[in-house]
T-cell receptor, first 114, second 115 residues
Framework: AQTVTQSQPEMSVQEAETVTLSCTYDTSESDYYLFWYKQPPSRQMILVIRQEAYKQQNATENRFSVNFQKAAKSFSLKISDSQLGDAAMYFCAYRTSGTYKYIFGTGTRLKVLA | NAGVTQTPKFQVLKTGQSMTLQCAQDMNHEYMSWYRQDPGMGLRLIHYSVGAGITDQGEVPNGYNVSRSTTEDFPLRLLSAAPSQTSVYFC??????????????FGEGSRLTVL
C-alpha cells in the first residue's frame, strides 16, 4: 500500500527567506501524481503545486517549486521569498495514475516570522 | 462558479443524534469524496464516489453512510453520532479526463463537535 510521510510537524522561516518542506512516499507504481496543498487558518484547502511522475522537470509556480527525486521517492516543496501569507499547514498528497485514491501526509505547519 | 459547497460549516451534536453533511459541486466532476481531518493525522478518506449510483468505502467508513443520486450531490450521513466523530470534515471533488491532473477541489470544511 502507498504511504506518504511528512517528517517535519512544524517549521519556521524568517520573512523573505527560503524554506523547504520535505515529503517522502512509498509506492511500487511508476505513473502517479504528487501534490502540495496549503491550508491557511481559514481552513480552505488550496492546491499549491502538482507534479506528474513521468515528467523529469520539477514543477514551479511563482515562488513555489518542488524537488522531485523519483528514485529516492522524495517530493520536497521550496518556498522562496517567504511571506506572512505563506503561514499555513502544508499537506503532501499522492495519487496513482488511473485511480481515484488520494493519500495524504500528516502535514507540516509553517510559521513565518516577521 | 461556486465550486464545492459544504453545509453546515459548524454543528454541535449530542451523542446518538443523526445528521447529514451536505456537499454539492457545480463542475461536473465524476469523483467526489469525504475526508475527516484530525490533529496529527492528516486527511483520512471516509467514502468516495466515482459517479452517480457508485460509492465505495475509504479508510475510515464506520459510522458514516453516503449515497450519490446525482453527479452534483454527495451527502454524508452520521447515523448515531459518537464523540470519536468530532472532527473537521471536507468534501472534495475532481475530474480525471485526459490531460487533467485530477487535483482535488475542496469545500470549506465542516467542524463537527459531538458531546
Amino acid at each position: 500500500a502507498q504511504t506518504v510521510t511528512q517528517s517535519q510537524p512544524e517549521m519556521s522561516v524568517q520573512e523573505a527567506e527560503t524554506v523547504t518542506l520535505s515529503c517522502t512516499y512509498d509506492t511500487s507504481e511508476s505513473d502517479y501524481y504528487l501534490f502540495w496543498y496549503k491550508q491557511p487558518p481559514s481552513r480552505q484547502m488550496i492546491l499549491v503545486i502538482r507534479q506528474e511522475a513521468y515528467k523529469q522537470q520539477n514543477a514551479t509556480e511563482n515562488r513555489f517549486s518542488v524537488n522531485f527525486q523519483k528514485a529516492a521517492k522524495s517530493f520536497s516543496l521550496k518556498i522562496s521569498d517567504s511571506q506572512l501569507g505563506d503561514a499555513a499547514m502544508y499537506f503532501c498528497a499522492y495519487r496513482t495514475s488511473g485511480t481515484y485514491k488520494y493519500i495524504f501526509g500528516t502535514g507540516t505547519r509553517l510559521k513565518v516570522l516577521a | 462558479n461556486a465550486g464545492v459547497t459544504q453545509t453546515p460549516k459548524f454543528q454541535v451534536l449530542k451523542t446518538g443524534q443523526s445528521m447529514t453533511l451536505q456537499c454539492a459541486q457545480d463542475m461536473n466532476h465524476e469523483y467526489m469524496s469525504w475526508y475527516r481531518q484530525d490533529p496529527g493525522m492528516g486527511l483520512r478518506l471516509i467514502h468516495y464516489s466515482v459517479g452517480a449510483g457508485i460509492t465505495d468505502q475509504g479508510e475510515v467508513p464506520n459510522g458514516y453512510n453516503v449515497s450519490r443520486s446525482t453527479t452534483e450531490d454527495f451527502p454524508l450521513r452520521l447515523l448515531s453520532a459518537a464523540p470519536s466523530q468530532t472532527s473537521v470534515y471536507f468534501c472534495a471533488s475532481s475530474y480525471h479526463g485526459a490531460g487533467m491532473g485530477g487535483e482535488l477541489f475542496f469545500g470549506e470544511g465542516s467542524r463537527l463537535t459531538v458531546l
